[in-house]
């Protein structure tokens, strides 16, 4: 069954591999990013795969209220009906915490936390328009380091704080969506070979490619709605 689904930050890691791959299933796949250059490269490696059905790219900072305005138009002037949003945008400051000024503290939670909100609060009616036939689903990426008891590193505590939060908000979310039809869950990544990995662990080699964490987050998104709300669920390997 086609689905219409709405990724965010699309424009390189494990968010660019994942709208790939939706789109090569055949999926209607709204792809956000701020950087339009990279939604183009994104929209040329899908046209060179030959994927069934190309992904509309739609530039979008969503930490500018602006945007989150814009998408919300563009999205009801399309008539869409959201069946997945995978909240994938994030960012990391690696900085020792008393290095850590209150702009870092601001711009990792805009992002992480308050962009993630803003993509919901803006999407929340076009997904009760799906839900109303069968239940659609919210997939929050967070990390292994905001998970509580899992190991953490020296530098993250902006990062690894804010991905607690966003498993925090699924868990409340998932109540509070219950009677829309609407489910919401976590997913807590490991170590992924992205370069926003390789900019927190230089050296480090990750457990994981973005091909196959992709791969994970696809069929997990798209199968796992009935059967999971509320959930964080580790996906790694290893530590981190």
Same mark, same amino acid.
């Not at 069954?1 to 390189?12: F, L």
């Given at each position: 069954?086609?689905?219409?689904?709405?990724?965010?930050?699309?424009?390189?890691?494990?968010?660019?591999?994942?709208?790939?791959?939706?789109?090569?299933?055949?999926?209607?796949?709204?792809?956000?990013?701020?950087?339009?250059? #990279?939604?183009?490269?994104?929209?040329?490696?899908?046209?060179?795969? !030959?994927?069934?059905?190309?992904?509309?790219?739609?530039? @979008?900072?969503?930490?500018?209220?602006?945007?989150?305005?814009?998408?919300?138009?563009?999205? %009801?002037?399309?008539?869409?009906?959201?069946?997945?949003?995978?909240?994938?945008?994030?960012?990391?400051?690696? #900085?020792?915490?008393?290095? *850590?000024?209150?702009?870092?503290?601001?711009?990792?939670?805009?992002?992480?936390?308050?962009?993630?909100?803003?993509?919901?609060?803006?999407?929340?009616?076009?997904?009760?328009?799906?839900? $109303?036939?069968?239940?659609?689903?919210?997939?929050?990426?967070?990390?292994?380091?905001?998970?509580?008891?899992?190991?953490?590193?020296?530098?993250?505590?902006?990062?690894?704080?804010?991905? $607690?939060? *966003? @498993?925090?908000?699924?868990? @409340?979310?998932? =109540?509070?969506?219950?009677?829309?039809?609407?489910?919401? %869950?976590?997913?807590?990544?490991? !170590?992924?070979?992205? =370069?926003?990995?390789?900019?927190?662990?230089?050296?480090?080699?990750?457990?994981?490619?973005?091909?196959?964490?992709?791969?994970?987050?696809?069929?997990?998104?798209?199968?796992?709605?009935? *059967?999971?709300?509320?959930?964080?669920?580790?996906?790694?390997?290893?530590?981190?």
């Amino acid at each position: 069954m086609k689905k219409q689904i709405v990724v965010t930050g699309a424009g390189s890691g494990v968010g660019f591999e994942l709208v790939l791959q939706l789109a090569s299933m055949g999926h209607l796949v709204y792809a956000l990013s701020r950087s339009r250059a #990279k939604l183009e490269q994104l929209h040329d490696a899908a046209a060179k795969r !030959s994927v069934k059905e190309l992904p509309v790219i739609l530039p @979008c900072d969503i930490t500018e209220a602006n945007d989150i305005i814009t998408l919300a138009e563009e999205m %009801n002037r399309r008539e869409a009906r959201i069946d997945v949003l995978i909240n994938n945008a994030g960012l990391l400051v690696n #900085k020792p915490f008393a290095q *850590l000024t209150a702009e870092d503290w601001l711009a990792v939670y805009g992002t992480n936390v308050f962009g993630a909100v803003a993509v919901i609060r803006a999407l929340h009616p076009l997904m009760k328009r799906s839900a $109303a036939e069968l239940h659609s689903h919210i997939v929050n990426i967070s990390s292994m380091g905001g998970v509580q008891g899992s190991a953490k590193f020296a530098g993250l505590s902006a990062y690894s704080s804010s991905k $607690a939060a *966003l @498993c925090g908000l699924s868990e @409340c979310l998932a =109540e509070e969506f219950r009677e829309d039809g609407i489910r919401v %869950n976590a997913l807590a990544l490991g !170590s992924v070979q992205t =370069e926003m990995f390789t900019k927190a662990f230089p050296g480090y080699e990750a457990a994981t490619t973005p091909q196959q964490m992709a791969a994970f987050i696809a069929e997990f998104a798209l199968r796992s709605g009935e *059967l999971f709300n509320g959930k964080v669920l580790p996906v790694s390997s290893s530590t981190p």
